[in-house]
Structures are given as C-alpha cells and as structure tokens.
C-alpha cells in the first residue's frame, strides 16, 4: 500500500491524472476502471487538457464504469452516464463502443445483467487501472457497509448516509434508493486501484480503511488485501491518520526506487 498526501484536492486530481496517463502512455490499450464524484472532476479535467495539449491518445482504451443509480435513464443530469460525458467522454477520442456503463434503466433479470457486465470485464481482459472514490461510511462504489467482501457486480440498496450525501444534487426529484455496482470481490481482482479522497468529511472513513481493520463495515479497508493500491490524500481527508510520517518515508523511497509507480 502506497499512501501519497497532498495538499489539496488540486494537488490530488493532477497527481491521479499523470498516473492514469502514465498507464494510457505505457500501454495504449489499457483498461480503465473509473468513478464518478466530486473529487473524480479535476482528475478528467487534467486528462482533456492532456489529451488536448500533450496529445494523450485514448483511441484503443477500453473503460468501464463502477456503477450507476437504478431508475434513471442516461440521459437524466443526474445519471453517472451523463456526468461521464459532460466531464470526460465528450471531450475525448475514446471509442463509443469501448464504454462500458452500467444500465440503470433494467426492470428485470437483474442477475442475468450483472453477470453480463461482470463478463465484459473478463472478455476485456480484466481491469488493469482502478480508479476509486471513498464514501462517508467508508464505501467504495456503492459497496455500502456489511457488504460482502467477495461480493460482484450485483443491485445494492443505498445507505441512509449515502441518499443524504447525494439528494442535494437531485434537488426536488426522487432520490434513487438503489444502484448497480461492481463488487469489492472484482474491485480486489483488478491489477492496480488508485482511490481519491479529500475534504475533512472523509477523514474518518480514510483512517478507518488504510489503518483499522479488514471489515465489511469499512468496505474500502478491503483494500488492504489488494497487492497494489495507492490512497491520494489531501490534508484534511489525512487529518486523522497516525502513521505519516511512515507514509512519507516510504514515498520516498518509492520515488528513488520505483519512480513508474507514481507516474
């Protein structure tokens, strides 16, 4: 486990950009795993202007969303289809038929859909970068807490905490109650996670998955089991961690000896 602080969500969103266009330079036909969220908008935003004035090709990536909410149709400002495209896909040369979003418009055979979307993964050749937000209560996707850890892209009801956290944005319509989600048992079989967190709110759940125990509860603290994943922290969402100056010497290191893993 890598831990890299910085000192704010800029300082996050570029770091998180020159390592996902380190992977898309390395290997041309990478597959990406990506996320939505607040902090996930300055990450795509640093990436269109790579791809605009540096010439970052994504014509042979291949990428496939975390999740979306049930009940809602792409075209819905809300959906994680249409916030992909206003901030990422629209901007750059991925092939339409190389996106891969989960429906959230399915009515039935709910199973049957999910192992579908678990099979494109495996025909694609597995994830080879994981991008990751953190939840308040310490959810990755919409894995919320007491989700199994060996769980796979499946329907999954939302927390209270989480339908709170995301009703501002739908304003006066109904809020989702349930999403699709990839699980954390195909989150752990990617090749390399990179998980994003920042503001003060985060912090508890951040200290709770790098330092506290593997548990269903903390869904992210999975992480701990996934042989290479590199938390990028901002000073508030690290506030609460114990051990940084151990985070900093090992990132040294890293740089010295394995300067490819941060770019």
């Given at each position: 486990m890598l831990v890299v602080l910085q000192r704010n969500q800029d300082e996050v969103g570029r770091q998180a950009a020159r390592m996902i266009s380190g992977a898309v330079r390395r290997n041309p036909f990478v597959r990406l795993g990506?996320?939505?969220?607040?902090?996930?908008?300055?990450?795509?935003?640093?990436?269109?202007?790579?791809?605009?004035?540096?010439?970052?090709?994504?014509?042979?990536?291949?990428?496939?969303?975390?999740?979306?909410?049930?009940?809602?149709?792409?075209?819905?400002?809300?959906?994680?289809?249409s916030l992909m495209q206003q901030h990422f896909f629209s901007h750059v040369n991925i092939p339409r038929n190389s996106i891969h979003i989960p429906d959230g418009t399915i009515t039935r055979d709910y199973d049957a859909y999910c192992e579908g979307y678990e099979q494109a993964i495996r025909d694609a050749g597995g994830i080879d970068l994981q991008l990751l937000?953190?939840?308040?209560?310490?959810?990755?996707?919409?894995?919320?807490?007491?989700?199994?850890?060996?769980?796979?892209?499946?329907?999954k009801e939302l927390s209270a905490e989480t339908i709170e956290d995301s009703r501002k944005a739908f304003g006066p319509q109904e809020m989702p109650q349930c999403a699709i989600t990839v699980g954390i048992g195909t989150i752990l079989e990617t090749r390399r996670?990179?998980?994003?967190?920042?503001?003060?709110?985060?912090?508890?759940?951040?200290?709770?998955?790098?330092?506290?125990?593997?548990?269903?509860?903390?869904?992210?603290?999975?992480?701990?089991?996934?042989?290479?994943?590199?938390?990028?922290?901002?000073?508030?969402?690290?506030?609460?961690?114990?051990?940084?100056?151990?985070?900093?010497?090992?990132l040294k290191m890293t740089q010295a000896l394995m300067p490819e893993r941060l770019s």
């Open positions: 990506l996320a939505t969220g607040a902090t996930m908008v300055g990450v795509y935003r640093e990436l269109v202007r790579l791809h605009r004035e540096e010439h970052l090709d994504f014509a042979r990536v291949v990428t496939f969303n975390l999740d979306e909410y049930l009940g809602i149709p792409p075209s819905h400002p809300q959906s994680f289809h937000g953190i939840g308040r209560n310490g959810h990755i996707g919409f894995n919320e807490p007491m989700s199994s850890l060996g769980s796979r892209t499946r329907i996670v990179l998980l994003l967190a920042t503001g003060a709110f985060k912090a508890d759940a951040i200290a709770k998955s790098i330092e506290g125990p593997v548990s269903a509860s903390v869904t992210a603290s999975a992480l701990q089991l996934h042989r290479d994943v590199t938390f990028l922290v901002d000073e508030e969402a690290g506030s609460l961690l114990t051990q940084k100056p151990y985070y900093e010497h090992v």
